[in-house]
């Protein structure tokens, strides 16, 4: 395991397997795993050094002791938040680390457990699929402390679930359920409680095992919303059509062999 964060009490825990599965952990359990600012530019750290690896085939993001997380460090809003200019450097890490996972290249699997709010739900936005246990509770509080949602956020919820969810948590407040939110398309699935990190590592190895360039050529798809992000995706599903791997699969078809995809 290896950490990234100010602390060893409030940081990002980074954990591999030998199918290329990364986990990340937001670890602050004392506060329900709310992400200080070293979290922040800690998940960018470790985001920087998964991205690099060219084992990698899926990550997991989770909270750590039973809570994905209780958003932004409130704690640390008073020193550093305190003007204009000190709340746009700090809102800078927050957007910046986001941003970082959104841009992962591999898929992205999140794994919701108790509570998962604000800037929680942020992160758990960014993910291709979303496995929510029946104690996860979401909520943005945003209109409660005063505070403007970020707008991309805003539309990433979007996108991931439709309007009429992400007005009622901004607007009403509302705390959904586990259950209310995967009727609202928000998640793939709703496990139980004790069943939850077997469904996500179940469902993280089955991507694992396929071909990595595929992979990549659908993120690169199902994120084409402008010209540039369409012909990216076009470019990557050519890859795949002159890849090593296909070439392999397709002469393996009249066997029983196992293709071990390379990525190539």
Same mark, same amino acid.
């Given at each position: 395991?290896?950490? &990234?964060? /100010?602390? *060893? ?7 591999? /397997? ?26 960018? #750290?470790?985001? #920087? ?18 809570? &994905? ?7 640390? &809003?008073? #020193? ?27 898929? $992205? ?19 291709? $699929? ?7 509770? $979401? ?25 009429? &969810? ?26 139980? /409680? ?8 179940? $469902? ?27 012909? #990216? ?7 795949? /059509? *002159? ?13 029983? *062999? ?7």
């Amino acid at each position: 395991m290896k950490t &990234f964060g /100010d602390t *060893e009490a409030a940081s990002v825990r980074l954990t591999w /397997d030998a199918q290329g599965i990364a986990r990340l952990t937001l670890h602050q359990p004392t506060l329900r795993n709310a992400v200080s600012r070293g979290m922040w530019r800690g998940l960018r #750290a470790a985001l #920087a050094e998964i991205g690099a690896e060219p084992a990698l085939r899926v990550v997991i993001l989770q909270g750590a002791e039973g809570d &994905f997380s209780s958003g932004a460090d409130l704690s640390e &809003f008073l #020193a550093l938040r305190s003007d204009p200019s000190a709340t746009a450097a700090y809102n800078a890490d927050v957007r910046a680390a986001v941003a970082a996972l959104a841009a992962l290249a591999v898929p $992205l699997v999140a794994e919701i457990r108790g509570v998962c709010m604000g800037a929680g739900l942020a992160l758990v936005a960014q993910a291709d $699929l979303r496995v929510l246990a029946e104690d996860a509770r $979401l909520a943005i509080p945003a209109a409660r402390l005063g505070v403007a949602y970020d707008p991309d956020w805003v539309t990433r919820l979007v996108t991931a679930s439709r309007p009429e &969810f992400v007005a009622e948590l901004i607007y009403a407040g509302r705390r959904l359920s586990g259950a209310e939110a995967v009727a609202r398309g928000f998640a793939a699935a709703l496990a139980p /409680d004790a069943a939850v990190a077997q469904q996500v590592g179940d $469902l993280a190895a089955a991507i694992a095992r396929g071909a990595p360039l595929t992979l990549r050529a659908t993120k690169l798809a199902l994120a084409a919303s402008t010209p540039e992000g369409a012909a #990216a995706a076009r470019q990557a599903a050519r890859d795949c /059509d *002159e890849s090593e791997d296909y070439r392999r699969a397709i002469a393996a078809l009249g066997s029983k *062999e196992q293709v071990e995809f390379r990525g190539q």
